[in-house]
Every structure is written in structure tokens, then in C-alpha cells.
């Protein structure tokens, strides 16, 4: 563990306090969990901040941690997922906010602080259904504007809920029900006598 990420650790408590509800370094990176409520306060004082001075927002994302495994799983559902650069000073840090209504998932968004989250946060809509309240366009960006859902949830059906396909007759695009049948597939096992080389 670098000193460097103690240091950037030490400053995001002083400069955050309660606003933070935890703080792990882990693979080499800094994390940093913020309160919902707090989130966007927060991420002014990471940008502007002595000694922070994250300048830039180089990803979010969504993540339904419903099937999670780890630390996450008795938390919410959905969570924010933003990873910052600070040029000036060679350093990154991931946040992480977790939006407190499974039903209907809110944050703050972040695009007057960070324009780069503009079409980030659209996927994080479209995919995930989380609504970044104060976006200035928050509309689809990668599914056409009649989908139904969310395809990146965990309670989303692979095969999807409608599927579409050109009627020459109309000559235009239509949806319909998916015709495809659900199934799961099973790996086959084989069982030869000379397989992997054992006689």
C-alpha cells in the first residue's frame, strides 16, 4: 500500500467527515462510500478540495448488487459507481453511493460538477433505471425510446420482454411478444475412457 493513497485517504476524511460512510483501500485503489443525501456536496469538495483536486470524471456506472456475494449484498440494491482523476496531482479514487429506493432509484446528478457525466449517467438510466435528479436531459441513449425496462438488472429476462423485426407489408418496424422459448441449457459431459489421455 502506497503512502501516497494513506495520504489521499487521510485528506478525503478531513475534507468529507459525515458526509463519508466508509473508506477501504483495496488492490492498490482508494474507495470511498458517500452518502446519498450528501453525494453531490461531496463530490464538489473532491473537485475542489487542497490536496484532492479531482478535476476530472472518467467513468459511472450503475450496478444492481441484488445477486452480490460480498459486503454490498445487505445494503440497497442499486448503486452509483464514479471513478475520478486528479491531473494535477497523479491520483485516482473510485466512489460509490448507494440510492436508498429499491423501487424507484434516485441520486443527484453530477453533470454541473463533472460535464462528462451527462452521457454516463443516461446509460446508468437506461440500463439500470436509476433517475440522476437535476440531469439536464435524462432520456435513453442506448435503447430506442419504446423499450420496456431495464436490461442490466438481474431480474431482467434474457430474452428481453418484446422483440422487433421489419414488416415489408407495413414497411415499417414492428414490436411483438419474443417468440423465442425460454430454456437452459446444460453443459454435456463426456465420459471416454482415453479422454485426457488416462487409458
Not at 40 to 45: F, K, S, T
Not at 76 to 98: E, G, I, M, T
Not at 137 to 166: A, C, Q
Request: glycine share 6%; with cysteine; hydrophobic share 40%.
Amino acid at each position: 500500500m502506497s503512502d501516497n493513497l494513506l495520504k489521499i485517504q487521510e485528506r478525503a476524511q478531513q475534507v468529507l467527515g459525515d458526509r463519508l460512510v466508509s473508506t477501504k483501500i483495496e488492490f492498490n485503489e482508494l474507495n470511498l462510500v458517500l452518502k446519498a443525501a450528501t453525494y453531490a456536496e461531496a463530490c464538489v469538495l473532491l473537485r475542489d478540495s487542497e490536496g484532492l483536486q479531482f478535476q476530472q470524471l472518467i467513468d459511472l456506472c450503475g450496478v444492481d448488487t441484488s445477486e452480490y456475494k460480498n459486503e454490498l449484498n445487505d445494503s440497497n440494491r442499486f448503486w452509483v459507481v464514479a471513478h475520478l482523476l486528479s491531473v494535477s496531482l497523479n491520483q485516482r479514487v473510485r466512489v460509490k453511493v448507494c440510492c436508498l429506493d429499491d423501487d424507484f432509484p434516485t441520486i443527484a446528478s453530477v453533470c454541473e460538477i463533472w460535464s462528462t457525466a451527462n452521457w454516463y449517467e443516461r446509460e446508468a438510466f437506461d440500463l439500470y433505471g436509476i433517475v440522476f435528479e437535476g440531469h439536464p436531459d435524462l432520456r435513453r441513449i442506448l435503447t430506442d425510446y419504446g423499450f420496456v425496462g431495464h436490461p442490466f438488472r438481474k431480474d431482467f429476462p434474457l430474452s428481453g420482454h418484446v422483440e422487433m423485426r421489419y414488416d415489408p407489408e407495413l414497411g415499417r418496424v414492428v414490436y411483438q411478444p419474443v417468440t423465442i422459448e425460454p430454456r437452459e441449457i446444460t453443459p454435456r459431459i463426456i465420459r471416454e475412457p482415453s479422454y485426457g489421455g488416462v487409458k
